[in-house]
Nanobody, 123 residues
Framework: VQLQACGGGLVQAGGSLRLSCVDS????????TAWFRQAPGMEREFVAA????????QYADSVEGRFTISRDNADKKVYLQMNSLKPEDTAVYYC?????????????????WGRGTLVTVSS
């Protein structure tokens, strides 16, 4: 599994962005895939996760109803659609994957990580 996140950028509050996580490995469809984010001076926090078939999803309370995670296993991509963005969403966003994380919301449960992509939301 080799992950790469992209799609970050600068957006005004209320705007939208779609992040993509691409895997160049061969077993992507067998993994739970998640998005985490880390703001300056803060710990890395869970954003959203999706099961390997895409049927189960979890969201952090702070993004529920605004963000949507989805995946396309044929293209080996996981997406994070972010709507109604707020300045507090500003962070570096990372995608992560693991075949059997015991807790989807704990970063230590994920074996594979991609480089992050910076999202900046201006007020």
């Amino acid at each position: 599994v080799q992950l790469q996140a992209c799609g970050g950028g600068l957006v005004q509050a209320g705007g939208s962005l779609r992040l993509s996580c691409v895997d160049s490995g061969r077993t992507f469809s067998n993994y739970v895939t998640a998005w985490f984010r880390q703001a300056p001076g803060m710990e890395r926090e869970f954003v959203a996760a999706v099961s390997w078939k895409g049927g189960s999803k979890q969201y952090a309370d702070s993004v529920e109803g605004r963000f949507t995670i989805s995946r396309d296993n044929a293209d080996k991509k996981v997406y994070l659609q972010m709507n109604s963005l707020k300045p507090e969403d500003t962070a570096v966003y990372y995608c992560a994957a693991d075949d059997q994380p015991r807790s989807w919301q704990q970063p230590l449960e994920y074996q594979y990580w991609g480089r992050g992509t910076l999202v900046t939301v201006s007020s």
